[in-house]
């Protein structure tokens, strides 16, 4: 079992930056690849991006492509998500989640075990 924390959320300007983090319980972290996904009030969660084991693959939801990225530092159990431009539509709750058999591709919610509590982005007009 493995448990996730996220943190860094907050409120912020359009036009500003946020740099999300989630932190793992356990050292099988390092084998999971790992995805970020948000809900806004009233809509479905939607996939953010996705990064492999390595950290070599990466995925990103057209959306944020550009604007977002995701790394991971396995040394240290900890995947980040690193929003710059925000805009007022990102404002939603992140979560971050793991996929134990997973390449780092996956944009299925569905695909990932194990999820965080969440983080609440709100991003000002």
């Known amino acids: 079992q493995v448990q996730l924390v996220e943190s860094g959320g907050g409120l912020v300007q359009a036009g500003g930056s946020l740099r999300l983090s989630c932190s793992a319980s356990?050292?099988?972290?390092?084998?999971?690849?790992m995805g970020w996904f948000r809900q806004a009030p009233g809509k479905e969660r939607e996939f953010v991006a996705a990064?492999?084991?390595?950290?070599?693959?990466?995925n990103y939801a057209h959306s944020v492509k550009g604007r977002f990225t995701i790394s991971r530092d396995n040394a240290k159990k900890s995947v980040y998500l690193q929003m710059n431009s925000l805009k007022p539509e990102d404002t939603a709750v992140y979560y971050c989640a793991g996929d134990p058999a997973g390449w780092g591709n996956s944009v299925s919610l569905y695909e990932y075990v194990y999820w965080g509590q969440g983080t609440q982005v709100t991003v000002s007009s």
């Open positions: 356990a050292r099988t972290f390092i084998s999971y690849a």
């Open positions: 990064i492999g084991s390595s950290g070599r693959n990466t």
